[in-house]
Each structure stands twice: as structure tokens, then as C-alpha cells.
């Protein structure tokens, strides 16, 4: 199958058992019928997982934080935390 914005071969891949089909000059994806289902539906079952339970003792980034707020060290100002990624973002990831 050929991409159709630039002509290029695309290559298929499998990602948790959703098949994409993706050109590698483009970076464009597409899904072919029923795909989009699924990514919709493993999306949603994500989303309802709970919350996993907060632990008891400090974490590393609180101590650190305290630190930081003492006026020892440098901070994160103009940095941003990397999101936790999820199914989509594995799913994409190429």
C-alpha cells in the first residue's frame, strides 16, 4: 500500500494488537477498519483502572523538594515533568 500524501511504501506494524499502517518519510498513520475500535475501547478500560494506593513513607521527590525549597540547589523553573505515557503513547511510539 502506498502513502498517500508522498507515495511511499507503507509498513505495517502491530502494536498490543492494533494494526498500523505507517510511512516512514511522512511519519502519517493509518488504521484500517476496525482498528480505531480498539484504540478507543483499550483507551476507556485504561482510564477506569484505579489509582494505585499511596505509599506510606516519603517519596524521593518530596525530600528533594524540601531541599530545594530551603534554598539549597537549583529548580525546575522552564523545565516540564515528562507525562506518564499509556497505551497510546506505546501505541504510536515508532
Not at 502491530?14 to 476496525?34: K, Q
Request: aromatic share 8%; with cysteine; glycine share 10%.
Amino acid at each position: 500500500m502506498q502513502c498517500p500524501v508522498d507515495g511511499t511504501t507503507l509498513v505495517m506494524s502491530d502494536r498490543n494488537g492494533v494494526e498500523i499502517d505507517y510511512c516512514p518519510a511522512c511519519r502519517g498513520v493509518w488504521l484500517d477498519r476496525g482498528e480505531l475500535d480498539k484504540i478507543i475501547e483499550r483507551s476507556a478500560a485504561q482510564g477506569q483502572m484505579p489509582p494505585p494506593p499511596p505509599s506510606q513513607a516519603p517519596s524521593r521527590h518530596q525530600a528533594r523538594d524540601d531541599y530545594r525549597s530551603s534554598g539549597h540547589g537549583h529548580t525546575d523553573e522552564g523545565y516540564r515533568k515528562k507525562k506518564r505515557g499509556g497505551f497510546l503513547e506505546d501505541l504510536f511510539d515508532f
